[in-house]
């Protein structure tokens, strides 16, 4: 089993910053895929940014150049930099990771709980 542990939510003005860590722990050979999606009220869950094992990442038009995606292999663990957010960043924001099993080798989808952002303007 695998699990996914974030951190670094809050409440942030407009134009500020904050920084997320999702780390992963459990059965793991390898993180093909780690990132962050988010879900507002009301919303569907939409990709915020991922990030591969070979470092390809992927951002939603809404949060290129203000948020970028980096991850730390060695630990398992991935960063979400937020910057110069907007109240419409308001959401919770989930960890996803693509893992490949170190029991059986099997890749699964995992997901974490969720952390809140809130933005106020």
């Known amino acids: 089993q695998v699990q996914l542990v974030e951190s670094g939510g809050g409440l942030v003005q407009a134009g500020g910053s904050l920084r997320l860590s999702c780390a992963a722990s459990?059965?793991?050979?390898?993180?093909?895929?780690m990132g962050w999606y988010r879900q507002a009220p009301g919303k569907q869950r939409e990709l915020v940014a991922i990030?591969?094992?070979?470092?390809?990442?992927t951002y939603a038009d809404s949060v290129k150049g203000r948020f970028t995606i980096a991850r730390d292999n060695a630990k398992n663990t991935a960063y979400l930099q937020m910057n110069s957010v907007k109240p419409e960043d308001t959401a919770v924001y989930y960890c996803?990771?693509?893992?490949?099993?170190?029991?059986?080798?099997?890749?699964?989808?995992?997901w974490g709980q969720g952390t809140q952002v809130t933005v106020s303007s």
């Open positions: 990030s591969t094992r070979g470092g390809s990442t």
């Open positions: 459990g059965n793991i050979f390898s993180i093909e895929t």
């Open positions: 996803y990771a693509v893992v490949v099993n170190s029991r059986n080798f099997r890749q699964t989808t995992y």
